[in-house]
Nanobody, 124 residues
């Protein structure tokens, strides 16, 4: 069974940094666009960041631009989200996601494969 397994979430203070990791299991995602989606309590799922597999182009939500960095290490079959200057409003469950086929639009929460999520809580 194909799975995306997130790790690295936790409780931090505002201004801190955190790195999330995503380890696909069951297959490699080196030829798939991947990303991160988050969902805060009582809110809809929100696009955070995405990265193209073929050219490494990255996309970010305006709310995280300049603070978050998405990266991938295809040799290790890993996806990362490095989060800096965390804010209380970044509190959410963060999901690692991937597409099975190419999609023009990557900046929406419309991905084909989802992990179970990891909780990030930022306290003031």
């Amino acid at each position: 069974q194909v799975q995306l397994v997130e790790s690295g979430g936790g409780l931090v203070q505002a201004g801190d940094s955190l790195r999330l990791s995503c380890a696909p299991s069951g297959r490699t995602f080196s030829s798939n666009d991947m990303g991160w989606i988050r969902q805060a309590p009582g809110k809809e799922r929100e696009f955070v960041a995405a990265i193209r597999w073929n050219n490494g182009r990255t996309y970010y939500a305006e709310s995280v631009e300049g603070r978050f960095t998405i990266s991938r290490d295809d040799a290790k079959n890993m996806l990362y989200l490095h989060m800096m200057s965390l804010k209380v409003e970044d509190t959410a469950v963060y999901y690692c996601v991937a597409n099975e086929m190419y999609k023009v639009q990557l900046t929406t929460p419309q991905f084909d494969v989802w992990g179970r999520g990891t909780q990030v809580t930022v306290s003031s």
